[in-house]
């Protein structure tokens, strides 16, 4: 054979001839590969096995066996777990894995708890093109190959203990795993306000009324009352019985109740001024309780009226304080927002006192589920800055359950991020948005460019009890909002007839929608409202919120606010005000006086939301004028001399909020604006203790009066009622629509 024939047959040899890494798992269907355990595998070892055999037979139709390290011959393997063959660093951290391979051999192991499992996850999507980018089926290739091309040498850690992001894509128990997810239901016995699940109201309260905390001067079931003795022995019983009935619960919360309504007994009082607030009486209290359960770890909250840092007390070592962003704004990232200035000391006064911290933050407007709420460019920023400040552990809330703002986007970012905060967020984007939208990837993108840089040029607040009325006036205008839908309707042409990449363009269009028919509230009888200018209703809104309504149940929308209305009930709130009639009130556009201010953040429309023609609902952002602690005196000006009989108007009472009827309201008319006489008086007694949102009704005969001026003074309540108090709180007023006729 001849130099060069010699040559070219080499060639041709190395080009048929795998590279040395490469790892054909699977060749035309066939494998000669074994999947390898350990002799004593544990439960997450034996799981990742099963998994990976399961995946490798959907994709490709080969089933590789599964056995014992004893009855492994040398032979091409993935070994799984801690075999003695396993390859890769001595430790890995927490619940990390290693992927490996070396000589045709691939080795997965893991750290702690499901470890092992998620570098089976982490293979399949890779290495093998699986994805789970949602709940439900996983996608998966259907190929005959399967082939792992170069050196695998990787190794992932976690950065926190604790990771969840609250969106309906967690409720799947193998997305969680896939992305390497907790849920606070699998590691809590007891899980956030815990108070009243450990001491209930209702079993203790009628016999035992020194259990719960002392607010100004009387025993209300706010709290409970931190140093009473049987407080501590019955806590203490609850929980070794807890305990021993879920054994493998890794967290216990002992927690105040949401709220306020801390205990200011004298011990109590006493051990918060060595402290320097609530979160003394606290701390002391879940420290003597974890005392006793050395060997458990316990949880507490920094939320509200406790959280701040003690002033002496720390935490002890098996005591975790989850920390809460609750009163930040999220339009720009919590290191360079002034709202979150408190949050930003009492984090590293807590930093300071302990080493395990957790942080419970918020991603998603609670009033308004659906509303687009871009915070999406902040969230790299927002988890870089709690692992600098050595936090342990998030629980990133969603929308929970139900379907909200993006979720899908949302779980899969935040995944990566408690992951690895560090996280190429452009990488992290591109892979998610290509994986879920398919060809309407570049559309999806510029729409989520185009939210989050709106956001920043309109100088926009994002409130996570917002409203999108708020935001008309920004960054969801209706300019906007068309700049958004025309992105939308290039994804949904890109994505032609497919119906999984339709569909979920379709759900996104909902955020905009829901926006869309808010708003059309606010407007009224203006541009953009749900009723023309003679005060009948838009026959196409019907049919709009009818659609809207279908496809709510089509993405799983449960409820469209925390607590609020499910899809159906919220097409029968549209019913009601498709039937209301419409009064031409001769107040209507009439200019209004106030002697009291409104508060603007709940007022949008300002003086005019009492003569706007628009009644409110349940919810009290829309058409309310809202005053706190104050009397509601508000004098309208008809611009003439009229003669009436009649004027109406209602009130709102949700105590949830601390909004309750006026004690009084008074009407009068005047001639001149100067001199009033009264048309009218009503005492409204103090109401029993009553949560449901109501709205109270309110009509006074005025037979044939004339006058140009009617003044309406509503006088608020000097105190919220007993049953409702809460230090620092006000009773507020809120009136919809000064009806004359």
Known sequence: MNSLLLMITTLLYSACRPPAEEITLVQQGRSEYVIVLPEQATKA?????????????????????????????????????????????????????????????????????????????????????????????????????????????????????????????????????????????????????????????????????????????????????????NVYTLTVDWFKKAMANNPDAMYWSVAPQDGGGGCTCDLCRKADAEEGGPQGSLIRFVNRVAKQFPDQRFTTLAYGYTAKAPLKTKPAANVYIMLSTIDAFRQEPLTQASSAAGFRKNLEDWEATTGNLFIWDYTTQF??????????????????????????????????????????????????????????????????????????????????????????????????????????????????????????????????????????????????????????????????????????????????????VAQCKTAGVQELAEGGLAPDAYAQEWQELFSRKWVKSLALGAAVTLANPYTPEYTPKKERTLTDGLTGGNDFSYNWLFTYGKDMVATIDMGSSKTIRQVQMNFLQDARHYIFNPAQVLVETSADGTHFTSAGVKDIPVPEEDYAVRIHHYSFSVPGVSARYIRITAKCPATLPDWRLVEGKKPSLCCDEITVE
């Open 45 to 229: 070892e034996s799981k990742a096995a099963g998994i990976l055999r399961d995946y490798i037979q959907r994709i490709s139709g080969a089933a590789l066996p599964v056995i014992s390290e004893p009855q492994y011959k040398d032979q091409p393997a993935v070994f799984i777990g801690n075999t003695t063959h396993s390859a890769g660093p001595a430790e890995i951290h927490g619940e990390g894995f290693f992927t490996g391979s070396k000589s045709r051999q691939l080795f997965i192991r893991g750290g702690s708890g499901q470890g092992v499992v998620y570098g089976v996850y982490y293979v399949l999507q890779t290495y093998m093109g699986c994805r789970k980018d949602a709940a439900g089926p996983a996608v998966i290739p259907a190929v005959k190959d399967i082939r792992l091309n170069g050196a695998i040498s990787d190794l992932q850690e976690p950065a926190f203990i604790y990771r969840e992001s609250y969106y309906p894509p967690s409720m799947d128990a193998e997305y969680l795993a896939w992305h390497g997810l907790h849920r606070f239901e699998d590691l809590w016995g007891v899980w956030g306000h815990s108070f009243f699940k450990i001491l209930p109201p209702d079993t203790y309260f009628r016999d035992h009324p020194e259990y719960y905390s002392m607010v100004n001067g009387k025993r209300q079931p706010l709290q409970l009352c931190l140093s009473n003795e």
């Open 367 to 548: 009033t308004n589920y659906l509303n687009p709420f871009p915070d999406y460019s902040n969230l790299s920023s927002n988890l870089q800055y709690f692992a600098a400040h050595h936090v342990k552990g998030v629980f990133s809330q969603g929308s929970g359950e139900t379907y909200g703002d993006m979720a899908e986007y949302n779980s899969y970012v935040q995944a990566a991020l408690l992951w690895q905060p560090a996280a190429d967020m452009k990488k992290v984007n591109s892979d998610f948005l290509k994986g879920y939208y398919g060809a309407a990837a570049p559309a999806m993108g510029q729409y989520l460019d185009a939210l989050t840089n709106a956001v920043k040029s309109t100088r926009a607040v994002l409130d996570i009890y917002g409203n999108p009325i708020y935001s008309s006036r920004d960054y969801l205008s209706p300019v906007q909002t068309d700049q958004y839908s025309g992105f939308l309707d290039k994804a949904e042409a890109a994505v032609g007839n497919n119906p999984l990449y339709l569909q979920r363009v379709y759900n996104t269009r909902l955020f905009l929608e829901y926006a869309v028919l808010q708003q059309s509230r606010f407007y009224g009888t203006e541009k953009y409202g749900y009723l023309q200018p003679d005060g009948t209703v838009n026959p196409r809104w019907p049919q709009r919120v009818q659609k809207f």
